[in-house]
């Protein structure tokens, strides 16, 4: 998992947990332990717009 330095609301806890649980057998994480660090440290979480509510219900 590629960690980049990046916005901080890019930057989320839930991000990590997410790519941590994907992992079948073997997890790799590349990148600044600081930006590691403020991942895990970053839980605002923003509510995502994404219109798939809407989509959906269209099918």
Known sequence: ???PPSY???LTRNLLYTGLTRA???L?????PKT?????KNVDSKKRNTGLEYKLKQL
């Open 8 to 10: 901080p609301m890019l």
């Open 1 to 3: 998992m590629v960690v």
């Open 28 to 32: 790799i994480v590349v990148g600044n």
């Open 36 to 40: 590691l660090g403020f991942m895990i």
């Open 24 to 26: 079948k057998k073997l």
